[in-house]
């Protein structure tokens, strides 16, 4: 069974740091693409950022390029996301999922449940 | 960046009842195009792919079509358990874009 597993969330101050990790069960990590989605309380879904299989090929929505940085371990089936110079509008649950199609950006077969950060003082 | 629009942001429909979903893009996008299902309080589920592709699992009173700039999600016909918002996200190039969501409730 394929599972998801994030973990990091927290409340946070902002201009603070976060390090958000998904850990990876239930499929051979190391094939696939893997993304973070966010979702503000009580908004749409908006797609943040994607890797490739061995991390050499990254995208990142405008909004967060230069403060975030995607990366994975495929030794530890884990991707992470490394936050920076956080902002009141980075709160919001932050899902790992999974790219199903295997490109520069696809679609998600699979999500994990989510973990939430709160950038507030 | 190419955006993504839907139509309507809300509706309400009776059990039954046949249910269409706009989403368009402000550029081509060819079929790269899925639709999401998300309940409240729940994690979004693919539902539909390269803009007509079933997910496996997904009822089949569940439809999309289009090419180019226009999709449609379409419910042949509205189920309880179908209240959600649903959101088209496209894939062609990054970034993954979704759509503002729009909002199935039953009448």
């Known amino acids: 069974e394929v599972q998801l597993v994030e973990s990091g969330g927290e409340l946070v101050q902002p201009g603070g740091s976060l390090r958000l990790s998904c850990g990876a069960s239930?499929?051979?990590?190391?094939?696939?693409?893997m993304s973070w989605v966010r979702q503000a309380p009580g908004k749409g879904l908006e797609w943040v950022a994607n890797?490739?299989?061995?991390?050499?090929?990254?995208y990142y929505v405008d909004s967060v390029k230069g403060r975030f940085t995607i990366s994975r371990d495929n030794a530890k089936n884990s991707l992470y996301l490394q936050m920076n110079s956080l902002r009141a509008e980075d709160t919001a649950v932050y899902y790992c999922?999974?790219?199903?199609?295997?490109?520069?950006?696809?679609?998600?077969?699979?999500w994990g449940q989510g973990t939430l950060v709160t950038v507030s003082s | 960046d190419i955006q993504m629009t839907q139509s309507p942001s809300s509706l309400s429909a009776s059990v039954g009842d046949r249910v269409t979903i706009n989403c368009r893009a402000s550029q081509g996008i060819s079929n790269y195009l899925a639709w999401y299902q998300q309940k409240p309080g729940k994690v979004p589920k693919l539902l539909i792919y390269a803009a007509s592709t079933l997910q496996s699992g997904v009822p089949s009173r569940f439809s999309g079509s289009g090419s180019g700039t226009d999709f449609t999600l379409t419910i042949s016909s509205l189920q309880p358990e179908d209240v959600a918002t649903y959101y088209c996200q496209k894939y062609n190039s990054a970034p993954g874009t979704f759509g503002q969501g729009t909002k199935v409730e039953i009448k």
């Open positions: 239930g499929f051979t990590f190391s094939s696939f693409w």
């Open positions: 999922a999974r790219d199903r199609r295997g490109a520069t950006v696809g679609h998600y077969d699979y």
């Open positions: 890797m490739n299989q061995d991390g050499s090929d990254k």
